[in-house]
Every structure is written in C-alpha cells, then in structure tokens.
C-alpha cells in the first residue's frame, strides 16, 4: 500500500542481521553443546572466575571515581587546548591495547621511568604484574570514556538551571546537591556497568600484565585450556560461564545507560556563576591528561629507535595486519550498511537486536565456537585470518550500527518522498542517495572498524600457528622473547597504522560531504 | 481529468472526505485554514498517503494502488525538493532515470529544460551554491523534463521573498500552459490563488469541496473560510 512504500527495502538488511545472529549464536550453540557440565569447575576456574569479577568492579569503581572530578572541571572550565583534550578521551577506543600495555610497562613497569626515580633513590621499583597492573591498563582505557559519558551528563543539564541556582545564592555543595548529584545519580550507574561489561571480556590486558594462578580472567582461562592443555571441553565450559557473565552485564549496561553520543558538541563549555576552585580543577585536568599522555608519549620515545631497524617478520606481519583490518570493515560495511538501511525504514527488532549481539559476546568465545566448528573440516589455523577478519567486523558492528543509524534515518525521512516520486528506488536509491548522503558517518564507522580490527589481539592468538601473525601478535611474541627494542618499534609502528587507516577513512568520508 | 470518488484520506484520527473532479489542463488552488488537510489531500493524491476508502482516477487510469513514482504526478514539497549531494544537472536528470545515466539526446533536454527555467551554463552547481530561487528552479526544470499530467505543488515557494515568489508562481503558470499539465497547489495566501488559478478547492471541516471559480470562492468566502482569511 502507498502509505508504506519505501525507497529501500529491508530484506538485505534482515539477511544481514540473520547472518550475524547465527555467526553468533551458531557458534555459542557449539560451545554449550561441547561445554562439559560434569568436567566440574575446577578451584582454578573458580579464582578465574572470581579474579574476573574482582577487576571488573575495581575497575569501574576506580574509573568512575576518578573520572567525576575530571569531567566536573572539564565542564565548567575553559581553557586553550580543552576541545583538543576532549578528542583525546576519545582515542584510547581505537588504541591497540598492545600498545598502550608496553607504553604502561615504559612509565610504571619494573625498569620504567617510576621505578627508574624510585630506585635512584634508594626504593625498591614498582610491581606492576597482578591485579593492580590489569586495573591500572583498565583504569588508563577506561577514565577517557568515563569522563566522556560524565561530561556529557553535565553537559546536559540545561544552563538555566545553573542560572536559577546563582540567583538563589546556591553555591558549592548545595549546588552540588541541588543540580549535580541529581544528574551523577542518573548517569554513573550507567557508567559503571558500561565499564564493568567491557572488563569482563578483558583479554589482551591480562594476557600481557595478568596471568599465574591469581590474576587470570575468564577469557584468558579459555585462552589457556585451548593453547596449553588443548582441552576443548573445559574451553567450552568456561566460555558458558563467560557468556553468562557478558551477557548479563551487557543487559544491565544497556538498561543503565542511554549511550553516549558520539563526539557532537562535548567541547562546549557550559556558563557557570559558581566560581569553584579553579586551582583544584586544574590539578585534576593536568593530572588526567598526564596520565594519559605519559604512557602514549612513552611509546613514542622507545619506538622511535626501534621503527627503523625492524625485523622482517614484523613487517610482514604489519602487511597482515592491514589486509584483516581492511577485510574486516569491507564485511563490516556489507552487513551494517543493509542494516541500518532495514531499522531506517521501518521498525525491526530483530535486526535491531542482532545488531547488539555483539555486545553481549566476548571474542574468544566466539573464537572457541568457530574453532570447534572448523575443526572436523579443516585446519582452523589455515582461517586464522578470515576467521579473525570475520569476529572483528562482529564485535564493530554494534558500535558502528550507532553511528549509521540516526543517518539513515535521517536519510529516509529527508530525501525518501523525493526519492520515491522520481521512482528511485531499492538499489539506485542506496547507492546514489543512501551512501552519498551517509558518507561521513560511513567514514567514520570504516575507521573505528579499521582501527580496531588493526589493533584486536584475541581470537588471533587462538588459531594462529607459529607462522603467521598480525602485528599486535608479533608485537606480543616480541615481548615473550624479551625483545623489547623490536617490540618497541613494532608498538610505534602498530600506534601509527591504526591512527593513519582511522584518520584516512574519517577524513576520506568528510571530504567534500555537503551537509 | 482528475477524480477523486468518495475517497476518505485518514491520518491517525483525522480523517478528511474527498468527492470531486479536476479537468485537465486545469489549474487549481486548495485553500483552507491551517491543519485542514491540505497537504494530506496533495500526499494522497501523490501516493504518500493511503486512502481508506474510494478511489483515484486519472483519465479513467486508477491510481489508488499505484506507487508514488507510477503515478502521472510530479509534486513539490515545502522543502527538500534537491539532492543536495548532487549537481543541478543530475539533479534535474532524475526526472529522466531514476538512476541519472542518460543518453546524449537526454542530456540535451536536460540542458534544455535548465536554459527553460534561466539556468543555463549552472548546471554544474550543487544546490549550496545556488539561491534560493535557482533552487527552485532547478526543481522546475525537472519537472519539466518529467513530463507527467499532474503537478501538485506544496507551497514549494514558502521560503522566498514575495516577489521572487510571485516570480516562480508566473513561471509555473508558463510552462505549464505549454505544457497542458494539471495543476493543483496548496496556497496560503490568496493573492496566490487569485494569481495563477481559475478554480480553487476549499479544504475545511473534515471535508474537500469541489473546485469553485477562485474570485467567487475569496469574494464570497463561506464561514469557515471567512475565519481564516480575517
């Protein structure tokens, strides 16, 4: 009937998304199938279960605790280089964990620039493997995106409100009470089950600063049962558990939270009559950005020697490396584009729904149902890199649905009657008014999907062989073998790709784009 | 000729009553009060809209089923009648294909109907480069090249000053005199009517009346026009 014509239909969408539900669900069905129940869990896979647990909630605790301050004195204060320092929370979502680990390692490791000072005078040098190294990568990854949901929460509160309470002569902690602590009561539970649901799924931080007995996440356990043991049954049944746990949180975190927009308009700076203590606000933004920098500045320095005299092998894997990340966003683009195409039009819950499936899964278990599925067909460690470009684009596609989204919509309800009475229609209207006018939120998706296909470091290191490595995985043999110069160089090399295939794909998507 | 048979056009609880007849060639305002139903009369008419009872013909062709860009219609809206991603040309080619890939003999007409409407040697321009009239120009020139019987125009010229848009509406009354296209616009203001229409249709209560001579119809308003007029 006229009244639901459409310009595009959503049968490409609906395949894409019944595509993702059973990559998904198709291999958690193989991983409850294979789980053995009676196998038990073991006193190992209980520490695993609980050290997941404990590092998740400090995690957020600390994250969250800490963010507060930071991005109070972001919102009401305006300084040169605020916008700058607002964009910079963003990176650390594209920043390969492997590379913000070493850089951790050259400030706060054992023979890092802390100790380094400690020792000089005459302490003894910081531990940084355990629980508190893992919490501090997570902190170090998840204070950025804290202070962003925070600052957003201020931002949000209308300026009017502000006005009204100087009129009243409400300053300090009753303005804290009166207008603040309201919006924080509203926001942080959010916060921190976004936080808490990313932790649990945590894998290449405690690979790298975890491990032993007493600092091993479930992920990490699963990693272990396939590498050491090769015991498929107990990988299953530690992937279960894991699901469980991620699904749970990810429900929680998207009951809680009312998602962040992402980027738009977080470096306006709201008009506040409360002077504060401008002292107290500085301190905290000076300390947030140092510990932010410091690590990534770090990377640099000890790269810098290291890039140019770089082991073939890791060069090769850089190669690798590109050609997964840019499989990986061409099959993210060919199923979120149909997708987001499908929810413009009309309402559809179960593309909406298996758009956010991936949220709910973690990588390796994944990897661990894709695993036991190849096995009796061939070799998994031949589809390392198909398999690895594949769960990548998965684990965008929820991110990257957000951002094509509201576009397509937006498309559909501007150009869609114009369209329909010119009788553009289906394939014609996608390509020549769909994708044109969505071109930078393409771009942008392409590059955050590209980005951290580049920077992923988890299912590669399930069914990869000796023989063939992406750079975070040859970056991380590097480090077992102690070759810290290599692995150095590697990292800096790593940073760069990621930044330039991020910043080509957003710009490339911008350019030239009318509004 | 155009004939709405007791058609009935619902948009969530309003409903609007239509039973009435537009000879070709013919060009028609629609009046009434704001929130009367103008627009949803046009979408109807123009497939946007599903009507829940009647049907519509033109030319004993029956419409009712047919998908918006099937129709003999060309139509106008208040605003985004441009592909601001795409050139005035391509723009203007659109009506041709619905893909925009054209023969040469089509890109002549596409140049022709761009040098119709004033804009010739702009076609190269995206719609951020153009004014606001030369947009609505380049709106023309591609109903021009459509070709369909019917032109429904939504207030298409709201935006622009009113000489300009005095301007558009000679240019509409023009072409499509040489063109014997059918049409039917939506007006706010009378002098609009008075301006390019003979007959006008009265959108008002729940219902659209049959044309009237547009003079007797703004002389002589009954009530519930009298109201809105002031």
Known sequence: MARSAQPVSSLPGVAAALLVAALILGTLAAVALRAEAGHGFSSSDWAALKFTLTQAVLSAVISVALAVPVARALARRRFPGRSLLIALLGAPFILPVIVAILGLLQVFGRSGWISDVLVYFGASPIRIYGL????????????????????????????????LAAQMGCDGWSLFRLIELPMLARILPGALAVIFAICLTSFA????????????????????????????????????????LTAAAAFAALRLSRGEGFGAGLDRAIQRWDGGTPVVDTIWIVLAAVF??????????????????????????????????????????????????????RRHGMVEVSGILGLAASPLVIGTGLFIIIRPWANPSDLALPVTALVNAAMALPFALRILVPAARETVSRHGRLALSLNMEGWVFFTRVLIPRMRPQIGFAAGLAAALSMGDLGVIALFADPEIATLPLQIYRLMGAYKMEAAAGGALLLLMLSLALFWLLDRGGRWHAEA | MLKLDTCTISNGAFHLQADLSVDAGNSVAVIGPSGAGKSTLLEAIAGFREISAGSIYWQQQDLTKLAPGKRPIAMLFQDGNLFPHLTAEQNVALGLHPSGKLSHTEQDQVQAALERVGLAGMGARKPAELSGGQQSRVALARVLVQHRDLLLLDEPFAALGPALKAEMLDLVAELAAETGTTLLMVSHDPQDARRITRQAILVADGRAHPPAETEDLLDNPPPALRQYLG
């Open chain 1, 132 to 163: 508190h190294g893992v919490v501090l990568a997570h902190v170090f990854f998840n204070l950025p995106l804290a202070t962003r949901l925070i600052l957003q929460g201020w931002q949000e509160v209308p300026s009017e409100r502000f006005r």
């Open chain 1, 205 to 244: 931080v405690a690979l790298t600063l975890g491990g032993g007995p007493r600092a091993t996440t479930i992920e990490l356990a699963i990693y272990q049962a396939f590498t050491y043991d090769f015991d498929l049954g107990r990988a299953a049944l530690l992937s279960a558990v894991q699901l469980a």
């Open chain 1, 292 to 345: 932010l920098l410091l690590p990534l500045s770090a990377v640099v320095l000890s790269g810098i020697s290291g890039l140019f005299e770089l082991p073939v092998i890791v060069l090769k894997s850089a190669l690798i490396s590109i050609g997964v990340a840019s499989a990986s966003t061409v099959i993210l683009l060919l199923l979120a584009l149909p997708m987001a195409a499908a929810v413009a039009v």
